[in-house]
């Protein structure tokens, strides 16, 4: 019974595939993430959703597409992969007082 | 713009030793919530301890607390009678209240626990 799960784990792929990773989360909370973990270990936020609505989109290039069906879903799909999207991608779900990750999807493109 | 720094890329501690890793932050919101979190080599995200800006009171949980210093804008972590289990990466985060519910993250100490 995780909290925060995420499939797969790890991902290999070639460039120009589309992918996609899913994330659920049990705890009932309102608010969903995915952050991205470069190799020099850095977390940046790319989407935050609360309650379905997307709350937060940064700088990420429009071939990443979240999508949340319902609150306790938010999957991340990927088309055209690229050399530089390998990386940790992370989903997370949080309520006030506490934010709660996935295992993490280690994405390599090749 | 809210910014968390972590001015420790790398720390040694001898097991048993208590150990404080620290973490300023930067915003004008005065609604925030603070964060840390330990990623171990495998890779996982495990949740330590939050504090939040209007608690009167320093978090714990545990061998974990939080040195929170509103005033000074800081949010140091301490953990008493380190374990070799406690090397990994430590993250702080903070999360303001009215910036549309992210965690922006600092980038990190690396922890090295000895015996």
């Known amino acids: 019974d995780t909290a925060v799960s995420q499939t797969p784990k790890y991902l290999v792929t070639q460039m120009g595939n589309d992918k996609s990773i899913k994330c659920e989360q049990n705890?009932?909370?309102?608010?969903m993430y995915w952050y991205k973990q470069d190799s020099k270990k850095f977390l940046k936020i790319m989407f935050s959703?609360?309650?379905?609505?997307?709350?937060i989109n940064e700088t990420v290039p429009n071939r990443f597409s979240p999508k949340s069906p319902d609150k306790a879903h938010l999957n991340l799909h990927i088309n055209s992969l690229e050399l530089g999207d390998s990386a940790v991608y992370f989903c997370?779900?949080?309520?006030?007082?506490?934010?709660?990750f996935g295992q993490g999807t280690r994405l390599t493109v090749v | 713009a809210q910014k968390i720094t972590q001015t420790q890329p790398g720390m040694f501690v001898q097991e048993k030793e208590a150990v404080t890793l620290d973490c300023t932050y930067d915003?004008?919101?005065?609604?925030?919530?603070l964060f840390w979190y330990k990623q171990p080599s495998s890779g996982e995200m495990i949740f330590l301890i939050y504090?939040?800006?209007?608690?009167?009171q320093n978090a714990t949980e545990g061998r974990y607390s939080l040195n929170f210093q509103k005033a000074r804008k800081s949010a140091n972590l301490v953990i008493s009678a380190s374990q070799l289990g406690d090397s990994a990466m430590y993250f702080c985060?903070?999360?303001?209240?009215?910036?549309?519910?992210?965690?922006?993250f600092g980038k990190g100490t690396s922890l090295l626990v000895t015996p």
């Open positions: 915003t004008s919101d005065p609604s925030y919530g």
């Open positions: 959703y609360n309650n379905k609505e997307l709350i």
């Open positions: 985060a903070m999360r303001v209240t009215n910036s549309g519910y992210a965690l922006n």
């Open positions: 997370a779900s949080s309520q006030v007082g506490g934010a709660f």
């Open positions: 705890l009932g909370h309102d608010t």
């Open positions: 504090q939040g800006s209007y608690d009167q």
